[in-house]
């Protein structure tokens, strides 16, 4: 039996693009959307009422911009993973997105080549940053001051992995799984990387892979 596709609402103020977005990745048979709207309050009330499994949000909409949306998502403790549309490559932007709570920046100019691998990046627990972007837009360091270039020198190799996994989602047993080891020795080298590195919460470990740039692109596959 096959599973159920990817539930998906999208929201952008331009009906054409929408609507080939919108063929695209209900071609695939994997994805379905589920509710296509126009502006930011519209996607809000859609996303209340269909639970997505995630959001493709442009982030320039009537009435309520993609970023406001999704700080709202996050506000709520919304289960649904939020993908960013933008025209925009600056690092400010990039930025915001990730910050306000999304899980994925996509490039409006490369959205139909990499729609729907960011879909399924993001609902498979990572996040997807568009590989067109450039190095450059990398996210600035919002990180703990303790977080400079020789004391991420002390992190080793195996260290390194469980930080890089952690970020694109896995949990301690899968990532045990991957390196053969034990769930505890994970959590222990996990734990371990942190204080290193004076990271707190997994959005702080996220934050720092992207800022290695271990996360451009698409998570593995699991």
């Not at 609507?19 to 809000?44: D, F, R």
């Not at 909409?61 to 549309?85: C, D, F, Y």
């Not at 020795?185 to 892979?209: D, N, P, W, Y």
Request: proline content about 5%; charged content about 20%; aromatic content about 4%.
């Amino acid at each position: 039996m096959s599973s159920a596709p990817i539930r998906v609402v999208l929201a952008d103020d331009h009906p054409v693009f929408r609507h080939g977005v919108t063929s695209l990745i209900n071609e695939s048979g994997e994805i379905a959307v589920v509710a296509s709207v126009e502006t930011g309050a519209a996607a809000l009330r859609a996303i209340q009422q269909h639970e997505p499994d995630v959001a493709i949000l442009d982030i320039n909409m009537p009435e309520m911009n993609g970023v406001t949306v999704v700080r709202n998502l996050t506000k709520s403790g919304s289960p649904t993973h939020a993908i960013l549309l933008s025209v925009y490559d600056s690092r400010v932007f990039v930025e915001q997105a990730f910050e306000a709570g999304a899980r994925g920046y996509v490039l409006k100019r490369s959205a139909f080549q990499n729609i729907a691998r960011a879909v399924r990046a993001v609902h498979a627990g990572g996040i997807y940053l568009d590989p067109a972007l450039p190095e450059r837009t990398a996210p600035h360091r919002r990180l703990s001051s303790s977080v400079d270039e020789q004391v991420c020198s002390t992190l080793n190799e195996r260290e390194k992995d469980i930080l890089r996994l952690v970020a694109f989602g896995f949990t301690s047993k899968e990532i045990a799984d991957r390196l053969a080891a034990t769930p505890k020795t994970v959590e222990t080298q996990k734990a371990r990387a942190c204080t290193k590195l004076g990271l707190a919460s997994r959005a702080q470990i996220v934050q720092f892979a992207i800022l290695q740039g271990w996360l451009h692109g698409e998570i593995p596959v699991r």
